[in-house]
Protein backbone atom coordinates (compact mmCIF):
# COMPACT_ATOMS: atom_id res chain seq x y z
CA UNK A 1 0.00 0.00 0.00
CA UNK A 2 2.41 2.21 0.62
CA UNK A 3 4.63 1.41 -2.53
CA UNK A 4 1.35 2.46 -4.31
CA UNK A 5 1.18 6.08 -2.56
CA UNK A 6 4.77 6.51 -2.78
CA UNK A 7 4.37 6.16 -6.88
CA UNK A 8 0.80 7.89 -7.30
CA UNK A 9 2.99 10.99 -5.07
CA UNK A 10 6.29 10.61 -7.78
CA UNK A 11 3.74 10.80 -10.57
CA UNK A 12 1.76 14.03 -9.21
CA UNK A 13 5.09 15.87 -8.75
CA UNK A 14 6.20 14.87 -12.33
CA UNK A 15 2.74 16.30 -13.49
CA UNK A 16 3.41 19.02 -12.02
CA UNK A 17 6.95 19.69 -12.81
CA UNK A 18 5.65 19.10 -16.29
CA UNK A 19 3.27 22.23 -16.10
CA UNK A 20 5.73 24.74 -14.47
CA UNK A 21 8.40 23.61 -17.17
CA UNK A 22 5.96 24.46 -19.99
CA UNK A 23 5.31 27.77 -18.22
CA UNK A 24 9.11 28.61 -17.88
CA UNK A 25 9.77 27.71 -21.81
CA UNK A 26 7.00 30.18 -22.43
CA UNK A 27 8.40 32.96 -20.27
CA UNK A 28 11.89 32.54 -21.50
CA UNK A 29 10.91 31.92 -25.10
CA UNK A 30 8.55 35.31 -24.92
CA UNK A 31 11.02 37.63 -23.36
CA UNK A 32 13.72 36.44 -26.05
CA UNK A 33 11.58 37.91 -28.27
CA UNK A 34 10.66 40.97 -26.13
CA UNK A 35 7.26 40.23 -25.03
CA UNK A 36 5.63 39.83 -21.98
CA UNK A 37 4.01 36.23 -22.20
CA UNK A 38 1.69 34.41 -19.83
CA UNK A 39 0.78 37.13 -16.89
CA UNK A 40 -2.75 37.23 -16.52
CA UNK A 41 -3.90 34.32 -14.80
CA UNK A 42 -3.28 34.82 -10.87
CA UNK A 43 -0.25 36.42 -9.91
CA UNK A 44 2.05 37.43 -12.91
CA UNK A 45 0.89 34.32 -14.82
CA UNK A 46 1.50 31.73 -11.92
CA UNK A 47 -1.51 29.55 -12.50
CA UNK A 48 -1.68 29.83 -16.43
CA UNK A 49 -0.40 26.02 -16.65
CA UNK A 50 -3.15 24.97 -14.66
CA UNK A 51 -5.73 27.47 -16.89
CA UNK A 52 -4.45 25.40 -19.49
CA UNK A 53 -5.42 21.72 -18.08
CA UNK A 54 -8.61 22.69 -17.42
CA UNK A 55 -9.39 24.21 -20.43
CA UNK A 56 -8.26 21.05 -22.46
CA UNK A 57 -9.90 18.42 -19.71
CA UNK A 58 -12.73 20.59 -20.48
CA UNK A 59 -12.69 19.94 -24.25
CA UNK A 60 -14.36 17.90 -26.51
CA UNK A 61 -12.53 14.69 -28.32
CA UNK A 62 -12.75 14.79 -31.76
CA UNK A 63 -13.19 11.54 -33.47
CA UNK A 64 -12.33 10.81 -37.01
CA UNK A 65 -15.36 8.15 -38.16
CA UNK A 66 -12.88 6.28 -39.99
CA UNK A 67 -10.49 5.50 -37.48
CA UNK A 68 -9.90 2.58 -34.68
CA UNK A 69 -11.46 4.06 -32.02
CA UNK A 70 -10.16 1.77 -29.29
CA UNK A 71 -6.56 2.17 -30.40
CA UNK A 72 -7.28 5.94 -30.83
CA UNK A 73 -8.04 6.26 -27.01
CA UNK A 74 -5.24 3.99 -25.95
CA UNK A 75 -2.22 4.68 -27.40
CA UNK A 76 -1.94 8.10 -25.68
CA UNK A 77 -2.20 6.47 -22.57
CA UNK A 78 0.41 4.28 -22.95
CA UNK A 79 2.21 6.95 -24.46
CA UNK A 80 2.36 9.00 -20.89
CA UNK A 81 2.17 5.74 -18.91
CA UNK A 82 5.66 4.41 -20.14
CA UNK A 83 6.90 7.99 -19.89
CA UNK A 84 5.82 7.90 -16.07
CA UNK A 85 7.52 4.62 -15.63
CA UNK A 86 10.89 5.88 -16.49
CA UNK A 87 10.68 7.83 -13.30
CA UNK A 88 10.69 5.10 -11.32
CA UNK A 89 14.68 4.45 -11.11
CA UNK A 90 16.12 7.36 -9.52
CA UNK A 91 16.32 7.58 -5.65
CA UNK A 92 13.90 9.90 -4.17
CA UNK A 93 12.51 10.84 -0.52
CA UNK A 94 10.17 8.02 -1.10
CA UNK A 95 12.08 5.28 -0.65
CA UNK A 96 13.04 4.27 -4.46
CA UNK A 97 16.57 3.34 -4.89
CA UNK A 98 18.19 2.92 -8.21
CA UNK A 99 17.33 -0.34 -9.93
CA UNK A 100 19.79 -2.50 -10.56
CA UNK A 101 19.60 -2.70 -14.52
CA UNK A 102 18.00 0.75 -14.78
CA UNK A 103 19.87 1.35 -17.87
CA UNK A 104 17.70 -1.59 -19.73
CA UNK A 105 14.85 -0.56 -18.28
CA UNK A 106 15.06 3.01 -19.76
CA UNK A 107 15.99 1.52 -23.17
CA UNK A 108 13.15 -0.54 -22.78
CA UNK A 109 10.80 2.31 -22.08
CA UNK A 110 12.01 4.54 -24.90
CA UNK A 111 10.89 1.58 -27.51
CA UNK A 112 8.01 1.42 -26.13
CA UNK A 113 7.47 4.84 -26.57
CA UNK A 114 8.11 4.30 -30.97
CA UNK A 115 5.20 1.76 -30.77
CA UNK A 116 2.90 4.40 -29.18
CA UNK A 117 3.59 6.65 -31.79
CA UNK A 118 2.41 4.35 -34.36
CA UNK A 119 -0.67 3.20 -32.66
CA UNK A 120 -1.69 6.74 -32.92
CA UNK A 121 -0.46 7.27 -36.27
CA UNK A 122 -2.49 4.30 -37.28
CA UNK A 123 -5.96 4.52 -34.82
CA UNK A 124 -6.48 8.04 -36.46
CA UNK A 125 -6.44 6.79 -39.98
CA UNK A 126 -5.01 10.01 -41.25
CA UNK A 127 -2.47 10.79 -43.81
CA UNK A 128 -1.34 13.97 -42.44
CA UNK A 129 -0.78 11.57 -39.64
CA UNK A 130 1.10 8.90 -41.76
CA UNK A 131 3.06 11.53 -42.72
CA UNK A 132 4.15 12.88 -39.39
CA UNK A 133 4.57 9.15 -37.94
CA UNK A 134 7.32 7.68 -40.73
CA UNK A 135 9.49 11.06 -40.32
CA UNK A 136 8.83 10.70 -36.42
CA UNK A 137 9.64 7.09 -36.35
CA UNK A 138 12.77 7.30 -39.15
CA UNK A 139 14.38 10.22 -37.03
CA UNK A 140 13.53 8.22 -33.41
CA UNK A 141 15.15 5.15 -35.08
CA UNK A 142 18.02 6.49 -36.34
CA UNK A 143 19.15 8.71 -33.50
CA UNK A 144 18.54 6.00 -30.63
CA UNK A 145 21.49 3.81 -32.35
CA UNK A 146 23.47 6.79 -31.82
CA UNK A 147 21.77 6.94 -28.21
CA UNK A 148 22.71 3.12 -27.40
CA UNK A 149 26.12 3.58 -28.53
CA UNK A 150 26.57 6.46 -25.99
CA UNK A 151 25.10 4.34 -22.99
CA UNK A 152 26.91 1.38 -24.43
CA UNK A 153 30.23 3.64 -23.82
CA UNK A 154 29.33 4.93 -20.14
CA UNK A 155 28.26 0.66 -19.70
CA UNK A 156 32.01 -0.03 -20.94
CA UNK A 157 33.71 2.94 -18.93
CA UNK A 158 32.03 2.12 -15.79
CA UNK A 159 31.44 -1.47 -15.64
CA UNK A 160 27.78 -1.37 -14.87
CA UNK A 161 24.08 -1.37 -16.00
CA UNK A 162 23.01 0.71 -12.34
CA UNK A 163 22.58 4.51 -12.58
CA UNK A 164 24.13 4.31 -9.41
CA UNK A 165 27.68 3.29 -10.09
CA UNK A 166 27.09 4.68 -13.50
CA UNK A 167 27.38 8.24 -12.19
CA UNK A 168 31.22 7.90 -10.88
CA UNK A 169 32.66 7.65 -14.52
CA UNK A 170 33.04 11.19 -15.40
CA UNK A 171 35.65 10.30 -12.30
CA UNK A 172 37.72 8.12 -13.84
CA UNK A 173 40.61 8.44 -15.87
CA UNK A 174 42.16 8.78 -18.64
CA UNK A 175 38.93 7.85 -20.51
CA UNK A 176 36.82 10.70 -18.76
CA UNK A 177 39.05 12.83 -21.18
CA UNK A 178 36.62 12.05 -24.27
CA UNK A 179 33.75 13.19 -22.11
CA UNK A 180 33.20 16.29 -23.65
CA UNK A 181 33.07 15.35 -27.14
CA UNK A 182 30.52 12.67 -25.85
CA UNK A 183 28.52 14.97 -23.99
CA UNK A 184 28.22 17.50 -26.89
CA UNK A 185 26.65 13.88 -29.04
CA UNK A 186 24.59 13.30 -26.09
CA UNK A 187 22.88 16.49 -26.40
CA UNK A 188 22.32 16.32 -30.01
CA UNK A 189 21.02 13.40 -29.35
CA UNK A 190 19.00 14.51 -26.79
CA UNK A 191 16.92 16.92 -28.97
CA UNK A 192 16.71 14.45 -31.92
CA UNK A 193 14.91 11.96 -29.70
CA UNK A 194 12.43 14.45 -27.71
CA UNK A 195 12.05 16.13 -31.00
CA UNK A 196 12.61 19.45 -29.74
CA UNK A 197 14.55 22.17 -31.95
CA UNK A 198 16.30 22.50 -34.46
CA UNK A 199 14.89 18.76 -34.61
CA UNK A 200 10.80 18.99 -34.31
CA UNK A 201 10.13 17.41 -37.78
CA UNK A 202 7.27 15.33 -36.17
CA UNK A 203 5.06 18.40 -35.71
CA UNK A 204 6.37 20.17 -38.65
CA UNK A 205 3.53 23.09 -38.30
CA UNK A 206 4.26 24.48 -41.59
CA UNK A 207 3.99 20.82 -43.91
CA UNK A 208 2.32 18.28 -41.45
CA UNK A 209 -0.12 20.61 -39.54
CA UNK A 210 1.12 18.33 -36.53
CA UNK A 211 1.92 15.14 -37.41
CA UNK A 212 1.37 12.09 -36.29
CA UNK A 213 -0.92 13.65 -33.35
CA UNK A 214 -3.06 15.47 -35.82
CA UNK A 215 -6.25 14.01 -35.05
CA UNK A 216 -6.10 14.41 -30.87
CA UNK A 217 -7.55 16.98 -29.15
CA UNK A 218 -8.97 17.30 -25.30
CA UNK A 219 -7.55 14.83 -22.78
CA UNK A 220 -5.85 12.42 -24.99
CA UNK A 221 -3.76 15.42 -26.74
CA UNK A 222 -2.79 16.15 -23.01
CA UNK A 223 -1.15 12.96 -22.28
CA UNK A 224 0.66 13.13 -25.69
CA UNK A 225 1.77 16.56 -24.69
CA UNK A 226 2.60 15.71 -20.79
CA UNK A 227 4.69 12.49 -22.64
CA UNK A 228 6.58 15.05 -24.58
CA UNK A 229 7.45 17.02 -21.42
CA UNK A 230 8.22 14.41 -19.52
CA UNK A 231 10.42 13.08 -21.82
CA UNK A 232 12.67 16.12 -21.92
CA UNK A 233 13.09 16.43 -18.02
CA UNK A 234 13.78 12.40 -18.31
CA UNK A 235 16.55 13.03 -20.54
CA UNK A 236 17.62 16.50 -18.34
CA UNK A 237 17.61 13.92 -15.47
CA UNK A 238 20.15 11.48 -17.06
CA UNK A 239 22.39 13.84 -18.49
CA UNK A 240 22.90 14.78 -14.86
CA UNK A 241 23.24 11.24 -13.88
CA UNK A 242 25.77 10.50 -16.43
CA UNK A 243 27.96 13.21 -16.95
CA UNK A 244 27.99 15.39 -13.96
CA UNK A 245 27.62 12.46 -11.47
CA UNK A 246 24.92 14.17 -9.72
CA UNK A 247 21.86 12.56 -7.89
CA UNK A 248 18.38 14.11 -7.17
CA UNK A 249 19.68 13.38 -3.87
CA UNK A 250 22.88 15.97 -4.10
CA UNK A 251 22.95 19.12 -2.89
CA UNK A 252 24.60 20.62 -6.24
CA UNK A 253 21.34 18.78 -8.54
CA UNK A 254 18.90 21.25 -8.50
CA UNK A 255 20.89 24.30 -10.25
CA UNK A 256 22.59 21.76 -12.67
CA UNK A 257 18.92 19.94 -13.49
CA UNK A 258 17.56 23.36 -14.18
CA UNK A 259 20.26 24.54 -16.27
CA UNK A 260 19.82 21.58 -18.38
CA UNK A 261 16.16 22.36 -18.66
CA UNK A 262 16.76 25.74 -19.76
CA UNK A 263 19.13 24.48 -22.53
CA UNK A 264 16.29 22.78 -24.22
CA UNK A 265 14.63 25.75 -23.91
CA UNK A 266 17.30 27.83 -25.14
CA UNK A 267 18.12 25.77 -28.14
CA UNK A 268 14.08 26.73 -29.04
CA UNK A 269 14.72 30.49 -29.24
CA UNK A 270 17.84 30.42 -30.42
CA UNK A 271 18.31 27.67 -33.80
CA UNK A 272 16.32 27.69 -36.77
CA UNK A 273 14.75 23.79 -38.02
CA UNK A 274 16.90 21.55 -39.87
CA UNK A 275 16.09 20.39 -43.36
CA UNK A 276 14.68 16.51 -42.80
CA UNK A 277 17.76 15.68 -45.25
CA UNK A 278 20.12 17.35 -43.43
CA UNK A 279 18.68 15.89 -39.55
CA UNK A 280 19.35 12.38 -40.89
CA UNK A 281 22.53 12.86 -42.73
CA UNK A 282 23.85 14.86 -40.31
CA UNK A 283 23.49 11.31 -37.88
CA UNK A 284 24.66 8.56 -40.39
CA UNK A 285 27.48 10.24 -41.95
CA UNK A 286 28.68 12.69 -38.88
CA UNK A 287 27.28 11.85 -35.38
CA UNK A 288 26.95 7.82 -35.18
CA UNK A 289 30.55 7.15 -36.64
CA UNK A 290 31.65 9.79 -33.89
CA UNK A 291 30.28 7.79 -31.45
CA UNK A 292 31.23 4.25 -32.97
CA UNK A 293 34.17 5.72 -33.11
CA UNK A 294 34.59 6.88 -29.61
CA UNK A 295 32.91 3.37 -28.40
CA UNK A 296 35.69 1.69 -29.94
CA UNK A 297 38.21 3.90 -28.42
CA UNK A 298 36.89 3.34 -24.99
CA UNK A 299 36.76 -0.54 -25.62
CA UNK A 300 40.71 -0.35 -26.53
CA UNK A 301 41.44 2.03 -23.85
CA UNK A 302 39.62 -0.21 -21.46
CA UNK A 303 41.57 -3.42 -22.75
CA UNK A 304 45.24 -1.59 -22.62
CA UNK A 305 44.94 -0.92 -19.11
CA UNK A 306 43.02 -4.07 -18.08
CA UNK A 307 46.17 -5.73 -19.15
CA UNK A 308 48.67 -3.56 -18.08
CA UNK A 309 46.78 -4.10 -14.50
CA UNK A 310 46.96 -7.48 -14.28
CA UNK A 311 50.60 -7.74 -15.53
CA UNK A 312 51.41 -5.29 -12.86
Known amino acids: MMMTINMMAIILIVFISIAFFTLMERKIISYSQNRKGPNKAS ?38 FCSGLMWFIYPSAFCFKFMKMSVLYIISCMSVNIIAVMAMSWSSNSNFSLLGMMRTISQLVSYEINLMMIILLSINMSEQMNLEHMKNLTQMSPMALMMTLIFMLWMITSLAETNRTPFDFSEGESELISGFNIEFSGKSFMFVFLAEYSSILIMAMLTSTM ?31 FRYDKLMAANWQQVLPVSMTALLVSFSLKLYYTKNYNQN
Open 43 to 80: MTGIMQPMADAIKLMNKEVNLNYKSNFFMFMLSPTVNI
Open 243 to 273: FFSMTPMSHMFTPLYLTLCFTFVWTRTSLPR
